[in-house]
């Protein structure tokens, strides 16, 4: 029971490890990798939802029948870019912010504005 | 030509922003953003006519079959939403050239364009596909251009609220893919429609109840519902004013809309046996009171009325969990007109900034005599804020009072009417202090130039809002006949 699942098992701490970094860490690039580690877990479940028992690569032949299928990998490859993309800005962003304040240490950074 | 609408109304602007990135000189860049805005309104209006009249407008991408290609489907809510959106970004764009002008340095105002149409292009796409995981990918283009948006705030926190959003936004999203990953292996499709046909047959799975509650938190927090607000004052403070207006009047009423598709077309409202509708009017109220309370001790009025928005966000999630079709009716009116109410609002208050370069509670002290048509918009708006007949706020907070009340829950329709009170509480010591307010003698010293009313550029796009809100807050019959279409169309679709 538990192994034949164990792909959800891998998604599942994956996603609790990377949601509780993404919380408990205070540098703001550590948190961010938190934040692909969390990402990553959906990739995989999407990657391993496509397999199916026996199937062999979707490319077409004739001495093959049963294939996995390819829509989730597809899928996953678009949100790979997305969050290539969401990496990228998040990364500039934390330059411009080591810049504006010289420090990338959430704990320091709430000190130096004044409350509002 | 009329029958690629569908798909003209989120090109048009996704193709205009690399053109205004080519273009690279602020003023015309604006003027072809402005034209790109005001084609897709055309066709916003153009659409939700032809909806009216003929029904549902299904569009096949590339001509491939629904699903297995990508539908763009238009019915009467995305129709109605749809002009929501491309009406309120299109005015705001209007006041963009005058009001980025203190606020973003000019090398970087084309720029702020190309961003602004990508935001749009995300936001009009969520609305008008058919298809589940497209919706996923306009919601992050919308999402990373609002990252963007929000950075180009003068004061340094503008950056530290962008990385809270894109971390907050993110795990949204995250949530949201989870969820149709759940969804796509239950019923092997990402239509819709498809969906909503294939669910029921296996609604009693315990994957199909993780899957709605993954897509109902990452939505929740993309709506900012409380408790998950907590990204939304900052981001709505420290983003340059134009930025905040656009996204308080658009970019919450489309996850609302979101929402709603998932709540009601996909899953069906009688999912999970009514206890969600339970979580929503509870959260819902909270959000009205916590929000509320808040705003009223803000000493920056631009958080105020950041708070303000999460109550008024409270407002509709109570409409969509009294769950009768009147219910429903109230949230679709309460999205129109708290676009147009917030619009005008954060323009009024783009115009303060423009011209004394802070939204201080202190600096609004005796304003009213420098700037009066600034003051008297905020006014006008405060008070469909409040929801004061005559004005847009009165429609959807008498129908949301009807709705409850015809459920049975008076206590609900009573704080719904109390909730309104604070609304009077926080308007009223901002006007109090705008016109009877004696000004602060340092801030308007003799040295410094007296502070003149706001540019017509600014106060133009600010009074077409305003009018709006008297104009439909009298003649109801635009929002208050889609709205009710809407609503019987998607109450029909649920049962």
Redesign the interface.
């Known amino acids: 029971m538990f192994f034949d699942l164990y792909n959800y098992w891998i998604v599942f701490v994956l996603m609790m490890i990377g949601?509780y970094m993404?919380i408990n860490q205070s540098n703001?690039i550590k948190?961010l990798i938190g934040?692909n580690i969390?990402?990553t877990s959906?990739f995989i479940?999407?990657i391993s939802?496509g397999k199916v028992n026996g199937g062999s690569a979707p490319i077409f032949s004739s001495t093959e029948t049963l294939y996995s299928n390819p829509?989730?990998h597809v899928?996953i490859l678009?949100?790979i870019v997305?969050g290539i993309?969401?990496m990228a800005?998040?990364l500039a962003?934390?330059v411009?912010?080591k810049k504006?304040?010289g420090t990338v240490e959430d704990s320091e950074?709430q000190e130096k504005?004044p409350k509002? | 030509m009329l029958d690629h609408l569908p798909i003209l109304q989120v090109i048009v602007p996704l193709l205009a922003a690399p053109a205004c990135l080519l273009l690279n000189k602020p003023r015309i860049s604006w003027l072809f953003a402005c034209f790109a805005a005001v084609i897709s309104l055309l066709i916003s209006a153009a659409l939700l006519n032809q909806v009216q009249h003929s029904g549902v407008i299904s569009y096949m991408l590339g001509g491939w079959e629904a699903p297995w290609g990508i539908e763009y489907r238009i019915d009467l809510l995305s129709a109605y939403v749809l002009l929501i959106v491309s009406a309120i970004g299109t005015i705001v764009l209007l006041a963009a050239n005058t009001g980025i002008r203190n606020e973003i340095d000019e090398d970087k105002q084309s720029l702020f364009y190309v961003l602004y149409l990508l935001c749009m292009a995300g936001l009009l796409g969520i609305v008008a596909t058919g298809d589940i995981f497209n919706v996923f990918v306009f919601l992050e283009i919308s999402s990373l251009a609002t990252y963007a948006l929000v950075a180009f705030g003068r004061d340094r926190r503008a950056l530290l609220t962008a990385y809270q959003y894109l971390i907050v936004g993110t795990i949204g999203a995250t949530f949201l893919l989870m969820g149709i990953g759940l969804l796509y292996s239950l019923t092997g499709t990402l239509n819709m429609q498809d969906i909503a046909n294939r669910l029921p047959l296996v609604s009693e799975t315990s994957t199909a109840y993780t899957a709605f509650v993954f897509m109902i938190v990452g939505v929740a927090l993309k709506l900012a519902l409380f408790p998950l607000h907590l990204w939304l004052p900052n981001t709505y403070t420290y983003a340059p004013s134009i930025v905040t207006a656009f996204l308080a009047a658009t970019a919450t009423k489309v996850a609302i809309y979101l929402l709603i598709r998932l709540h009601f077309s996909i899953f069906g409202d009688d999912f999970g046996g009514g206890v969600i509708q339970t979580v929503f009017i509870a959260l819902g109220l909270l959000s009205v009171f916590v929000a509320s309370t808040v705003a009223i001790k803000q000493p920056n009025i631009k958080r105020l009325f950041a708070y303000s928005s999460v109550a008024q966000i409270g407002y509709m999630i109570i409409g969509i969990g009294i769950g009768t079709s009147l219910g429903l009716q109230g949230t679709l009116l309460h999205l129109f007109n708290h676009a147009l109410m917030k619009g005008a609002l954060f323009l009024a208050l783009a115009a303060v900034v423009y011209r004394i370069g802070s939204t201080d509670r202190a600096c609004f002290n005796g304003l009213a005599k420098h700037m009066p048509w600034t003051m008297a918009a905020v006014v006008i708006a405060g008070l469909s804020l409040i929801g004061v007949p005559l004005t847009v706020g009165f429609i959807s907070k008498w129908y949301l009072v009807l709705a409850s009340l015809q459920s049975g829950l008076w206590p609900v329709a009573l704080l719904i009417v109390i909730g309104s009170l604070l609304a009077v509480y926080y308007v009223w010591t901002l006007v109090e202090s705008a016109y009877f307010g004696k000004a602060d003698p340092s801030l308007n010293s003799a040295s410094s130039p007296p502070i003149k009313e706001a540019p017509l550029g600014l106060l133009i796009p600010l009074w077409i809002l305003v009018l709006a809100n008297v104009y439909f807050g009298i003649d109801t019959r635009l929002p208050l006949e889609a709205s009710a279409q809407a609503a019987n169309m998607l109450m029909g679709a649920g049962q």
Do not use: E, H, N, S
């Open positions: 949601l993404v703001l948190k934040l969390f990402q959906v479940f999407y939802v829509l989730p899928l678009t949100a997305v993309a969401t800005l998040a962003l934390v411009r912010i504006a304040y950074l504005d509002c």
